[in-house]
């Protein structure tokens, strides 16, 4: 399905995994059931697509007669992975990795929820890939069957969608390393490093939180948690997990990567800087020797003689090969 830009959607499931485009009276008397004991057939699902912001947002949330505390979790600017329960329900902030074109994955995008037993509230401002896969669900007859059915879908959805993520990340960081081992440019390295830290360390500030919150809400004592919804829970937290600990060995390997590249450009100072030591060494006595020569006095040797420059010169290259012998047999040119 197609997100719009912005709307309010809401959405009649049967628990048989089919479902129909409700309205704000389908809700309203789903709502009121749900405190009851005649239970229900179905639950409305209510997409609340705030992207203008945050008044706005509370305001397409006043049909649905929240009260303070979930409507400030569901519209708050920033958010954290968490998950709380409110009196019969339960708020369930998630992150989900941002795949729109022109982004950067690791904008990753907020999914706020407000989970009950017969009404689901959840609200995101950006376009997100796992969303979109349960609407294509739904529009194919496999719509979540019950509150947790959906709780457990998006966790997974949004973990199928992070995996290629890190794996990119850990395919790049080997790719670095083989090009630093095949004597790569240190400048192009430090810049491919530097975006790879970065990217690991923003996506491992959420995923770890991520996988807190889906632990809490897979022992939480809510009804609506049926076994199956806990071990699918159980999993998408396994695999959040799995990543922050990969993302985590990506930036020990960057570290890694880092010393060796200024390893190598220490190795690179220290050549230059024992060159310029060398041709100095070796420029300093047949400097002294010319200065010696050129001094303006009486008696400087072969100052009458045609013969002088050309002795002179030839004296020069003498020491200058001397000293470059001795140099080399005392390994200042290295192996």
Known sequence: ??????????????????????????????????????????FSFAWVYGGAGQETTKLELAPFDLDGFVSDALTAEETRPRCTVHNDGVILNLRG?????????????????????????????????????????????????????????????LSDRAEPIVAALNDAIDTLEEDLSEGGKLQDARMRLAQLRHSATTLRRYMFPQRDA???????????????????????ADRVTRMAEELEAIRDRAQIVQDQIMDRRAETMNSQMLLLSIVAAIFLPLGLLTGLL?????????????????????????????QVWLFKRLGMFGK
């Open 97 to 157: 990795v941002n795949l729109n074109e022109g982004a950067d994955p690791e904008d990753m995008i907020s999914v706020r929820l407000w989970i009950q037993d017969t009404v689901i509230i959840g609200v995101w401002k950006r376009k997100l890939k796992a969303i979109d896969d349960l609407f294509d669900a739904m529009q194919r007859g496999k719509a979540p069957e019950t509150p947790g059915d959906f709780a457990a879908k998006l966790s997974l959805r």
């Open 294 to 322: 050129g001094v303006n006095v009486g008696g400087i040797p072969l100052a009458d003689s045609a013969w002088g420059f050309a002795i002179v010169c030839a004296i020069l290259i003498v020491v200058g090969i001397g």
């Open 1 to 42: 399905m197609t997100q719009p830009p912005r709307a309010v959607q809401l959405f009649a499931l049967d628990g048989h995994g089919r479902s129909r485009e409700a309205d704000l009276q389908d809700f309203a008397a789903s709502a009121a059931i749900a405190g009851t004991s005649q239970g229900t057939k179905g």
């Open 214 to 236: 889906l632990t809490t809400l897979e022992i939480e004592d809510v009804s609506w948690l049926q076994e199956r919804d806990r071990s699918r829970l159980r999993e998408a």
